[in-house]
């Protein structure tokens, strides 16, 4: 008998069940807490914050617009002892290394693979970066990295980045650093069963999403305050994304942890107030890696710093002179200049890498020095 097919459809099968620890033979009673009991029972002295960034690594977040999920870290050493490295190792617990590997399936209509749409790699921070870390770290569109969601930790024996300039450290949604108290007892890594399964259950946990440019720009201003706060290095801070309220900035991680911990918590209906979760891990994590880096933070650069170009000062001045406090819409500046739009687009991409300007919200730039 042969079958003729007239008309063959692509489509992606849509995973559905009413209940997912019963479908994972998962009890019900077993929680965020049994989770992180099971994840840290055997490591000490680390903080609250420290734990919550590891498992938001692990559990990921959902795809939003056209970029994946995922958490990307950047575990620093206290101890300059290779803890990082060894915090990092005990995730194995949890999180198969091939589980990110595709399945061949061999049929008698022939072969394909299969892949559970999620990655998770583990990296040396200190040697060169493997094309994959770079493309996790710099392009983290789903057409880039194949995945509805993809974490990256990356591990360094260093205290600290040489400076904010290294791309682990810039491109991370969480640089932070192991402290020296942290101890980890020595135990067989045997997988824990439960705990894997509490992480499928949460992979498959996908809220509606707010507005990502709202949500970035609110995230901004409030950055811009609490820079402010620290009497930090503004022209530092812009190059390094703290201020830009673009997707691949620092908003751009506060709202990744936002997600985070609401995929954490399984919160269906997300609020405004949780979006704004995610600042409150990162002004923990700024204080206190602000301690430890202080150095790093109290290096200053002053516009004489700068490489300057003559175009740059008609920018400058367009932006100062209707600037109101809430920074000046791109096509006002397209349209004041006296030069072509693409040379004005070109202009003001490097003055925002150089640091004399900061996308405050979408589109809309102030300038870094008065």
């Avoid at 803890?83 to 190792?89: A, H």
Wanted: net charge negative; with cysteine; proline share 5%.
């Amino acid at each position: 008998m042969v079958i003729y097919v007239m008309n063959w459809f692509e489509e992606k099968p849509v995973f559905r069940h009413t209940d997912l620890y019963d479908y994972f033979g998962l009890s019900k009673d077993y929680s965020l807490k049994d989770f992180k009991r099971e994840l840290f029972y055997h490591i000490t002295g680390l903080d609250r914050e420290l734990e919550d960034f590891l498992v938001f690594t692990i559990l990921g977040t959902s795809c939003f617009e056209e970029y994946a999920g995922g958490i990307n870290s950047t575990l620093y050493d206290a101890t300059q002892s290779g803890m990082s490295n060894l915090l990092l190792r005990q995730l194995n617990r949890v999180i198969p290394s091939d589980i990110d590997k595709p399945f061949v399936v061999t049929t008698p209509f022939g072969a394909f693979d299969l892949r559970y749409d999620y990655g998770f790699s583990v990296a040396n921070a200190d040697s060169e970066l493997h094309p994959k870390v770079k493309r996790l770290l710099e392009n983290r569109t789903l057409r880039s990295l194949g995945v509805k969601q993809a974490s990256l930790s990356l591990y360094s024996k260093n205290k600290a980045p040489m400076s904010f300039d290294d791309k682990p450290c810039a491109l991370s949604d969480i640089p932070t650093v192991v402290p020296e108290t942290v101890d980890i007892q020595k135990i067989s890594l045997k997988p824990d069963y439960d705990s894997f399964k509490f992480m499928l259950v949460r992979h498959l946990h996908e809220p509606q999403i707010p507005n990502a440019i709202d949500t970035l720009e609110t995230l901004s201003q409030r950055m811009e305050a609490l820079v402010e706060s620290y009497d930090l290095d503004p022209i530092q801070l812009t190059q390094h994304g703290f201020l830009n309220a673009n997707i691949n900035a620092r908003p751009t991680s506060i709202f990744r942890q936002s997600l985070a911990l609401i995929r954490a918590q399984q919160i269906d209906v997300i609020t405004p107030f949780d979006m704004s979760k995610g600042l409150d891990y990162f002004e923990w994590n700024l204080r206190y890696v602000y301690e430890i880096w202080e150095d790093l933070f109290k290096q200053r650069k002053g516009p004489s710093d700068m490489p300057d170009r003559t175009e740059y000062g008609e920018i400058r001045r367009i932006i100062r002179r209707y600037d109101q406090g809430k920074g000046v819409n791109e096509e006002v500046v397209k349209s004041e200049a006296t030069m072509k739009t693409q040379k004005t687009m070109e202009l003001i991409d490097e003055m925002r890498r150089l640091g004399w300007i900061f996308e405050r919200s979408h589109r809309c730039w102030r300038l870094t020095y008065g």
